[in-house]
């Protein structure tokens, strides 16, 4: 079955004649009946067409059919493109060490062994297929879900506002201090849960990449960085407030403000440069994010309302989503121009890295769509009532539907989109 499967792709990406060719000229073998036999393939030609793969779970499929093929085709494909997200769900119970990840392409859930993301720890963003990881102690490290890969990232008491960290004063480990000089207290528990919002990674940190981090802190707008050799945090001095989203495009990170402002950071050299682009600003949006689509650079503002989830024994304000508005840089102006329609593009946005991909590449893929999650309100996952605010919108009519998953009663905290990236 597989077999037919592989010969029907490779008339769909115009490689019969190729495949012809092998078979006349002995890259293909014959078994004594003049059959083809497919486990002899010879390896020029297994490299050849695992190459052809875009999806990973293809590729895995490719290398698992015989021992020779597997043998032919190295086990991490490093030409792929950045792959359709999974939606990681909360753990089923607070001890199991195995995640739910949901992958649309194929309606079904990956089960992943991942005690580094077990109860007590909280996720703060995806990117590039690794997940920030903070503990009750200072620890921060990056994980990558597929392939358990590890990296470590200076601890939360290195943050410049942090003045003091002591195990020893149980409840208020942690004194931070404000911008206008006063201090106070966080404990543990505090910190973990709320002191960073989101993580952006200017790149996959695999194979010792030199890579920068850059977060968003919650409380006070701030950005922070660190490289991949620094042992403390940075703040981005004059980008304070631009805290809405940041993406790395095009060798700069991007930070957007509430009102649509950006802010350019140009971290290249050993003192960050910040320069800042004023834009019309926009009004009457929650939530601001920025996506890198292509070379474009687009503005997705959402908009929520807040609604009463009743229950028999209390009732819950849940903020829903309601719709997006899409725009596109226009840096000669500079302004932020109304997109009409994403084309077969779908948008992937909630605490991970905002994401843009071809829906023509990946099945299950809807175009001209937004699939959210949330990343605003912990209040609507606090276990008690309320339905999740997560689903699909589509740009052409307004609609919006549920995610496929949906039917699964999702509890804090929230779902997260994640790249699967075997690198």
């Given at each position: 079955m597989y077999i037919l499967r592989l010969k029907l792709k490779l008339k769909h990406w115009g490689l019969r004649a190729i495949w012809q060719a092998?078979?006349?000229?002995?890259l293909l073998n014959q078994t004594e009946t003049g059959m083809a036999d497919w486990s002899q393939l010879h390896p020029e030609l297994l490299d050849f067409i695992a190459k052809k793969f875009k999806i990973y779970t293809d590729y895995v499929r490719f290398r698992a059919v015989?021992?020779?093929w597997r043998a032919s085709v190295p086990k991490t494909p490093h030409h792929l493109p950045t792959q359709l997200p999974w939606l990681m769900l909360p753990q089923s119970q607070p001890h199991h060490s195995h995640r739910p990840f949901f992958s649309l392409s194929l309606n079904k859930f990956h089960f992943l062994h991942l005690p580094e993301a077990a109860h007590g720890r909280r996720l703060r963003g995806s990117s590039h297929g690794w997940l920030l990881i903070l503990d009750e102690a200072p620890e921060i490290f990056l994980l990558n879900p597929l392939t358990r890969s590890k990296v470590h990232l200076p601890p939360l008491s290195t943050f410049p506002n942090v003045v003091r960290f002591n195990f020893a004063d149980v409840g208020r480990e942690y004194a931070l201090r404000t911008s206008s000089g006063d201090v106070y207290t966080r404990s543990l528990k505090k910190m973990r849960d709320s002191f960073i919002k989101k993580t952006i990674l200017s790149s996959s940190p695999a194979n010792g990449s030199d890579f920068i981090a850059v977060v968003i802190l919650n409380q006070t707008g701030d950005l922070a960085l660190c490289r991949k050799s620094d042992d403390s945090w940075t703040f981005l001095e004059d980008a304070q407030s631009y805290s809405e989203d940041v993406i790395f495009h095009r060798g700069l990170f991007y930070a957007v403000n509430k009102y649509g402002s950006i802010a350019v950071c140009d971290v290249s050299g050993s003192s960050p440069r910040v320069s800042i682009i004023e834009m019309p600003q926009q009004f009457g949006g929650d939530l601001q994010y920025l996506v890198e689509s292509g070379e474009e650079l687009l503005l997705v503002t959402r908009y929520l309302d807040l609604t009463y989830d009743v229950?028999?024994?209390?009732?819950?304000l849940i903020y829903r989503t309601t719709r997006f508005q899409v725009c596109r840089l226009d840096s000669k102006a500079p302004r932020w121009e109304v997109v009409r329609s994403l084309g077969?593009?779908?948008?992937?946005?909630?605490e991970n890295l905002s994401l843009s991909l071809s829906s023509v590449d990946f099945p299950g893929c809807k175009g001209n769509c937004i699939y959210y999650?949330?990343?605003?309100s912990e209040d609507n996952y606090d276990g008690i009532g309320g339905e999740q605010d997560l689903g699909i919108f589509n740009l052409e009519d307004g609609s919006i539907e549920p995610l496929p998953c949906s039917q699964f009663r999702i509890r804090w905290p929230p779902p997260l989109w994640v790249t699967p990236n075997p690198c």
């Open positions: 092998a078979t006349i000229s002995g015989c021992h020779n229950e028999p024994d209390q009732t819950s077969d593009r779908a948008l992937f946005l909630g999650t949330d990343d605003y």
